[in-house]
Protein backbone atom coordinates (compact mmCIF):
# COMPACT_ATOMS: atom_id res chain seq x y z
CA UNK A 1 0.00 0.00 0.00
CA UNK A 2 1.44 3.38 -1.15
CA UNK A 3 2.53 5.68 2.00
CA UNK A 4 2.01 9.01 2.08
CA UNK A 5 4.46 11.89 3.76
CA UNK A 6 3.92 15.59 3.88
CA UNK A 7 4.91 18.41 5.98
CA UNK A 8 4.44 18.44 9.51
CA UNK A 9 3.42 21.89 9.84
CA UNK A 10 2.79 25.15 7.49
CA UNK A 11 2.13 28.93 8.69
CA UNK A 12 0.21 31.23 6.70
CA UNK A 13 -1.42 34.74 6.97
CA UNK A 14 -5.17 35.34 6.27
CA UNK A 15 -5.40 35.78 2.32
CA UNK A 16 -2.54 33.81 1.25
CA UNK A 17 -2.76 30.72 -1.24
CA UNK A 18 -1.38 27.90 0.80
CA UNK A 19 -0.05 25.13 -1.26
CA UNK A 20 0.40 21.61 0.92
CA UNK A 21 2.64 18.89 -1.65
CA UNK A 22 2.53 15.37 -0.42
CA UNK A 23 4.76 12.91 -1.79
CA UNK A 24 3.33 9.38 -2.52
CA UNK A 25 6.28 7.49 -4.27
CA UNK A 26 4.00 4.07 -4.41
CA UNK A 27 0.88 5.05 -5.51
CA UNK A 28 -0.94 2.26 -7.74
CA UNK A 29 -2.69 2.42 -10.42
CA UNK A 30 -5.97 2.17 -9.61
CA UNK A 31 -5.48 4.45 -6.53
CA UNK A 32 -7.09 7.65 -6.43
CA UNK A 33 -5.66 10.37 -4.78
CA UNK A 34 -7.51 12.08 -1.68
CA UNK A 35 -7.60 15.29 0.82
CA UNK A 36 -9.04 15.80 4.15
CA UNK A 37 -8.95 18.47 6.46
CA UNK A 38 -9.89 17.77 10.54
CA UNK A 39 -10.57 19.69 13.42
CA UNK A 40 -9.81 19.18 16.79
CA UNK A 41 -11.61 16.49 18.26
CA UNK A 42 -14.32 16.41 14.76
CA UNK A 43 -14.24 13.67 12.32
CA UNK A 44 -11.64 14.63 8.98
CA UNK A 45 -13.81 16.37 6.55
CA UNK A 46 -13.72 15.33 2.61
CA UNK A 47 -12.39 18.30 0.43
CA UNK A 48 -11.26 16.95 -2.77
CA UNK A 49 -10.03 13.92 -4.43
CA UNK A 50 -8.78 13.38 -7.87
CA UNK A 51 -7.01 10.71 -10.44
CA UNK A 52 -4.56 12.82 -12.60
CA UNK A 53 -4.07 16.57 -13.66
CA UNK A 54 -5.81 18.99 -11.96
CA UNK A 55 -8.79 18.69 -10.41
CA UNK A 56 -10.81 21.90 -8.54
CA UNK A 57 -14.17 22.41 -6.45
CA UNK A 58 -15.13 25.58 -4.59
CA UNK A 59 -13.08 25.37 -2.08
CA UNK A 60 -9.61 23.51 -3.37
CA UNK A 61 -7.89 22.81 -6.41
CA UNK A 62 -5.46 19.23 -6.45
CA UNK A 63 -2.54 19.42 -8.73
CA UNK A 64 -0.94 15.80 -9.92
CA UNK A 65 1.80 15.42 -11.95
CA UNK A 66 1.65 12.70 -14.71
CA UNK A 67 3.93 10.56 -12.85
CA UNK A 68 1.37 10.81 -10.04
CA UNK A 69 4.28 10.07 -7.34
CA UNK A 70 3.15 13.39 -5.37
CA UNK A 71 0.09 15.68 -5.50
CA UNK A 72 -0.49 19.27 -4.55
CA UNK A 73 -3.98 20.74 -2.55
CA UNK A 74 -3.89 24.41 -3.18
CA UNK A 75 -6.40 26.17 -0.51
CA UNK A 76 -7.01 29.94 -2.74
CA UNK A 77 -6.92 32.71 -0.15
CA UNK A 78 -7.04 30.86 3.49
CA UNK A 79 -8.74 32.53 6.81
CA UNK A 80 -8.48 31.73 9.94
CA UNK A 81 -10.95 29.00 10.09
CA UNK A 82 -9.07 26.86 7.65
CA UNK A 83 -6.48 26.33 10.54
CA UNK A 84 -6.77 22.39 10.70
CA UNK A 85 -4.62 19.50 9.92
CA UNK A 86 -4.58 17.90 6.62
CA UNK A 87 -4.19 14.82 5.57
CA UNK A 88 -3.31 13.14 1.91
CA UNK A 89 -4.36 9.73 1.46
CA UNK A 90 -4.30 7.57 -0.88
CA UNK A 91 -6.77 5.33 -1.25
CA UNK A 92 -6.89 1.60 -2.62
CA UNK A 93 -9.76 1.21 -4.99
CA UNK A 94 -11.38 -2.19 -5.40
CA UNK A 95 -10.20 -3.42 -8.77
CA UNK A 96 -6.56 -3.81 -6.56
CA UNK A 97 -8.34 -5.78 -3.97
CA UNK A 98 -7.59 -3.44 -0.90
CA UNK A 99 -9.90 -0.93 0.43
CA UNK A 100 -8.64 0.83 3.16
CA UNK A 101 -7.07 4.14 3.78
CA UNK A 102 -3.45 5.06 5.30
CA UNK A 103 -3.29 8.00 7.58
CA UNK A 104 -0.07 9.63 8.09
CA UNK A 105 0.69 12.38 10.90
CA UNK A 106 -1.11 15.13 8.46
CA UNK A 107 0.14 18.65 7.82
CA UNK A 108 -0.79 21.21 10.65
CA UNK A 109 -1.41 24.14 9.11
CA UNK A 110 -1.74 27.62 10.83
CA UNK A 111 -3.38 30.69 9.93
CA UNK A 112 -2.38 34.00 11.30
CA UNK A 113 -3.94 37.28 10.95
CA UNK B 1 -29.46 14.41 3.41
CA UNK B 2 -28.16 13.25 6.52
CA UNK B 3 -24.45 12.27 6.95
CA UNK B 4 -22.55 9.90 8.60
CA UNK B 5 -23.92 9.70 12.47
CA UNK B 6 -22.17 8.39 15.17
CA UNK B 7 -23.41 7.19 18.95
CA UNK B 8 -22.63 8.42 21.91
CA UNK B 9 -20.40 11.24 21.37
CA UNK B 10 -18.45 10.31 24.73
CA UNK B 11 -18.20 7.53 26.41
CA UNK B 12 -16.33 6.80 29.69
CA UNK B 13 -15.43 3.09 30.88
CA UNK B 14 -12.95 1.37 33.19
CA UNK B 15 -10.26 -1.42 32.26
CA UNK B 16 -11.79 -4.87 31.13
CA UNK B 17 -15.33 -3.34 30.76
CA UNK B 18 -17.01 -4.14 26.61
CA UNK B 19 -18.12 -0.87 24.91
CA UNK B 20 -20.25 -0.77 21.67
CA UNK B 21 -20.06 2.18 19.53
CA UNK B 22 -22.92 2.71 16.85
CA UNK B 23 -22.40 4.22 13.47
CA UNK B 24 -25.33 5.21 10.52
CA UNK B 25 -23.81 5.93 7.21
CA UNK B 26 -24.84 8.45 4.55
CA UNK B 27 -27.44 7.94 2.71
CA UNK B 28 -26.76 5.52 -0.37
CA UNK B 29 -23.85 4.17 1.10
CA UNK B 30 -23.36 0.71 1.96
CA UNK B 31 -19.90 0.63 3.31
CA UNK B 32 -18.24 1.18 6.91
CA UNK B 33 -15.15 2.03 8.25
CA UNK B 34 -13.91 2.09 11.68
CA UNK B 35 -10.96 4.35 12.26
CA UNK B 36 -9.17 4.86 15.96
CA UNK B 37 -7.72 8.45 16.58
CA UNK B 38 -5.10 8.94 19.08
CA UNK B 39 -4.59 12.07 21.07
CA UNK B 40 -2.35 13.90 18.27
CA UNK B 41 -1.88 11.04 15.64
CA UNK B 42 -3.85 10.50 12.57
CA UNK B 43 -6.35 7.97 12.49
CA UNK B 44 -5.69 4.23 12.23
CA UNK B 45 -7.81 2.21 9.78
CA UNK B 46 -9.33 -0.76 11.94
CA UNK B 47 -11.58 -2.70 9.66
CA UNK B 48 -14.25 -2.22 7.06
CA UNK B 49 -17.49 -3.46 6.68
CA UNK B 50 -19.53 -4.16 3.59
CA UNK B 51 -22.44 -6.91 2.79
CA UNK B 52 -22.14 -7.71 6.54
CA UNK B 53 -19.11 -8.95 6.31
CA UNK B 54 -15.36 -7.76 7.31
CA UNK B 55 -13.79 -7.01 4.23
CA UNK B 56 -10.44 -5.67 5.06
CA UNK B 57 -8.94 -5.45 8.67
CA UNK B 58 -5.94 -3.47 10.02
CA UNK B 59 -3.70 -4.53 12.84
CA UNK B 60 -5.91 -4.47 15.66
CA UNK B 61 -6.38 -7.26 17.62
CA UNK B 62 -9.51 -9.33 18.11
CA UNK B 63 -10.59 -7.32 21.04
CA UNK B 64 -11.95 -5.42 18.73
CA UNK B 65 -15.13 -6.61 16.57
CA UNK B 66 -17.80 -5.27 14.44
CA UNK B 67 -20.86 -5.32 12.73
CA UNK B 68 -23.26 -4.53 9.85
CA UNK B 69 -26.55 -4.42 9.43
CA UNK B 70 -29.21 -4.71 6.54
CA UNK B 71 -30.05 -1.27 7.04
CA UNK B 72 -25.93 -0.72 6.73
CA UNK B 73 -25.55 0.49 9.86
CA UNK B 74 -22.68 -0.73 12.05
CA UNK B 75 -21.54 -1.33 15.42
CA UNK B 76 -17.55 -1.75 16.64
CA UNK B 77 -17.32 -3.41 20.58
CA UNK B 78 -13.93 -3.45 21.87
CA UNK B 79 -13.56 -5.99 24.98
CA UNK B 80 -11.35 -6.05 27.77
CA UNK B 81 -10.79 -2.44 27.70
CA UNK B 82 -7.42 -0.90 28.03
CA UNK B 83 -6.30 2.17 29.07
CA UNK B 84 -4.37 2.75 25.75
CA UNK B 85 -8.03 2.15 23.93
CA UNK B 86 -8.57 5.92 24.96
CA UNK B 87 -9.23 7.75 21.66
CA UNK B 88 -11.26 8.96 19.13
CA UNK B 89 -13.46 6.61 17.57
CA UNK B 90 -13.75 7.66 13.81
CA UNK B 91 -16.90 5.98 11.51
CA UNK B 92 -16.51 6.61 7.76
CA UNK B 93 -19.19 5.75 5.35
CA UNK B 94 -18.40 5.21 1.15
CA UNK B 95 -20.05 3.89 -1.64
CA UNK B 96 -18.50 0.47 -3.18
CA UNK B 97 -17.43 1.56 -6.55
CA UNK B 98 -14.26 3.30 -7.81
CA UNK B 99 -12.47 5.78 -5.81
CA UNK B 100 -14.53 5.04 -2.87
CA UNK B 101 -14.45 8.47 -1.32
CA UNK B 102 -15.01 7.75 2.38
CA UNK B 103 -17.14 10.63 4.34
CA UNK B 104 -16.76 10.28 8.48
CA UNK B 105 -18.75 10.80 11.45
CA UNK B 106 -17.94 13.32 14.10
CA UNK B 107 -16.66 10.48 16.16
CA UNK B 108 -17.14 9.43 19.59
CA UNK B 109 -14.39 9.51 22.58
CA UNK B 110 -14.01 6.81 24.38
CA UNK B 111 -12.33 7.51 27.56
CA UNK B 112 -10.91 4.13 29.82
CA UNK B 113 -9.79 4.50 33.00
Known amino acids: LAKTTQPISMDSYEGQEVNITCSHN???????ITWYQQFPSQGPRFIIQ???TKVTNEVASLFIPADRKSSTLSLPRVSLSDTAVYYC??????????????FGTGTRLKVLA | DAGVTQSPTHLIKTRGQQVTLRCSPKSGHDTVSWYQQALGQGPQFIFQYYEEEERQRGNFPDRFSGHQFPNYSSELNVNALLLGDSALYLC????????????FGPGTRLLVL
Open chain 1, 89 to 102: LVGDSPISGTYKYI
Open chain 2, 92 to 103: ASSSTGVGETQY
Open chain 1, 26 to 32: NIATNDY
Open chain 1, 50 to 52: GYK
